[in-house]
T-cell receptor, first 114, second 111 residues
Framework: DSGVTQTPKHLITATGQRVTLRCSPR?????VYWYQQSLDQGLQFLIQ???????AKGNILERFSAQQFPDLHSELNLSSLELGDSALYFC?????????????FGPGTRLTVT | DAKTTQPPSMDCAEGRAANLPCNHS???????VYWYRQIHSQGPQYIIH???NNETNEMASLIITEDRKSSTLILPHATLRDTAVYYC????????????FGKGTKLSVKP
């Protein structure tokens, strides 16, 4: 158990819909990262927050957005869903910023868009 | 950007050492080598990282060649639970140096 929690574990929804994925980081961790893992693209970095502020963006679509709240939990919002958005979405946290800080990954949310 | 080359798959007998190679011939002088692994559909797990010197922790050892163009992750006594995809990461992107995962090596530990 990494200490990072993600809800829900599974989500099935239809194309065009909007969903929210939630992540609670490890106690004391200020950075939260979101990753998408699909069969054809592998593990892709989406976005990072540090202490409530957006710090880095990766391959995140404009239909996706995220935020980190004052209690440090984070939400990833996916809208106008397409079949290709079906994937595992992982959240990770670390105490600081940058790759030298070990990232602890949550168990992931499996999103299926039908 | 430094990139890595890893074999797509490897087998290892249970109880033996697993040696996972990684080539990173374009690595820059200040770029670290990071290793993570992902057991089937679970979140990736940090293993170890290093810059120049060899590193060891409770999970593994990391051997980096003197010219830093390649490295080897060593799991000294592989168990069935070590079956996973192992990612060697050198390339980081963005202002915060975010990890960029490649395809990794699928290590299968067999009884």
């Amino acid at each position: 158990d990494s200490g990072v929690t993600q809800t829900p574990k599974h989500l099935i929804t239809a194309t065009g819909q909007r969903v929210t994925l939630r992540c609670s980081p490890r106690s004391g961790d200020l950075s939260v990262y979101w990753y998408q893992q699909s069969l054809d693209q592998g593990l892709q970095f989406l976005i990072q927050y540090y202490n409530g502020e957006e710090r880095a963006k990766g391959n995140i679509l404009e239909r996706f957005s995220a935020q980190q709240f004052p209690d440090l939990h984070s939400e990833l919002n996916l809208s106008s869903l397409e079949l290709g958005d079906s994937a595992l979405y992982f959240c990770a946290s670390s105490v600081g910023q940058g790759p030298l800080y070990e990232q602890y990954f949550g168990p992931g949310t499996r999103l299926t868009v039908t | 950007d430094a990139k890595t080359t890893q074999p797509p798959s490897m087998d290892c007998a249970e109880g033996r050492a697993a040696n996972l190679p990684c080539n990173h011939s374009t690595i820059s002088g200040n770029e670290y080598v990071y290793w993570y692994r992902q057991i089937h559909s679970q979140g990736p797990q940090y293993i170890i990282h290093g810059l120049k010197n060899n590193e060891t922790n409770e999970m593994a050892s990391l051997i980096i060649t003197e010219d830093r163009k390649s490295s080897t992750l060593i799991l000294p006594h592989a168990t069935l639970r070590d079956t996973a995809v192992y990612y060697c990461i050198v390339r980081v992107g963005g202002s915060q140096g975010n990890l960029i995962f490649g395809k990794g090596t699928k290590l299968s530990v067999k009884p």
